[in-house]
């Protein structure tokens, strides 16, 4: 398992360094991987890029990690993988909850796309604004959102977020949070920018084709616990030759 706290400068190179203290672990190769991006609030696009092109970019017809688009012709720009070879196509899990926002959300979303990997968890905050910033006269500056981040399959992160293939609570009873029961996600909070296409209101985000529910006090880490269940019911199945990694 490899757990991302938040997307910075050497997060990149310390992911790949990560993958490769497990490969030299299990003595040369993966059989499956847990990417933990749970109460990830985000950080660098750049870094985010970095972790995601370990695992997309050999199709030549499947690079692009992340899209921006806005009002302005020079707000729309496309990040793309690097062709190459890429981490061998072992099953990966990717957990996220309401606390997994921007680039976790980045790398999240392209990896379930491209179905790379299965994601699970619960639906994430829906941080998917871009901020420019403009200078003004007297040392002072304004802060616009001037576009919004896109998946590769199209998909609008604002207010959104990333719906899990796999829905798995924490196991733990919920909270009430400012007199909503559960976490606040981006759709909760004031004058926040609505989802594409929904200015004037918000569509509800849609259901996960698969739902589990959970009774408190099951174990400490449930998502994690349920994780690992299934990666090594994805990693039996591939050595028993019954499926292919996603």
């Given at each position: ?8 400068e ?57 899209s ?38 980045i ?48 998909h ?76 090594r ?14």
């Amino acid at each position: 398992m490899i757990r991302i706290a938040q997307f910075q400068e050497r997060t990149g190179r310390d992911f790949r360094q990560a993958l490769q203290g497990l490969r030299t672990n299990s003595g040369g190769a993966l059989k499956g991987l847990v990417l933990d991006l749970r109460f990830n609030p985000g950080g660098l696009l750049g870094s985010a890029v970095e972790v995601a092109n370990c695992f997309i970019g050999d199709d030549i017809n499947k690079t692009l990690i992340v899209s921006t688009r806005g009002r302005q012709p020079d707000s729309n720009r496309a990040f793309h993988a690097t062709l190459g070879e890429k981490e061998s196509r072992y099953p990966i899990v990717v957990l996220i909850n309401a606390g997994s926002a921007s680039a976790s959300e980045i790398v999240a979303g392209a990896l379930q796309d491209y179905k790379r990997a299965i994601v699970m968890g619960q639906q994430s905050f829906g941080k998917g604004s871009v901020q420019s910033i403009f200078p003004l006269p007297g040392n002072a500056a304004l802060k616009l959102t001037t576009a919004r981040y896109y998946t590769p399959s199209g998909h609008s992160i604002q207010a959104k977020g990333i719906v899990p293939d796999i829905e798995v609570g924490s196991g733990k009873p919920l909270e009430t949070v400012g007199g909503k029961m559960g976490a606040i996600r981006e759709n909760d909070l004031d004058n926040r920018l609505a989802p594409a296409g929904k200015e004037g209101s918000v569509k509800e985000p849609r259901k996960s084709p698969h739902s589990a529910k959970v009774e408190p006090d099951l174990a400490k880490d449930y998502q994690l616990s349920r994780a690992l269940e299934l990666l090594r019911s994805l990693s039996l199945l591939q050595e028993q030759g019954f499926a292919k990694s996603r």
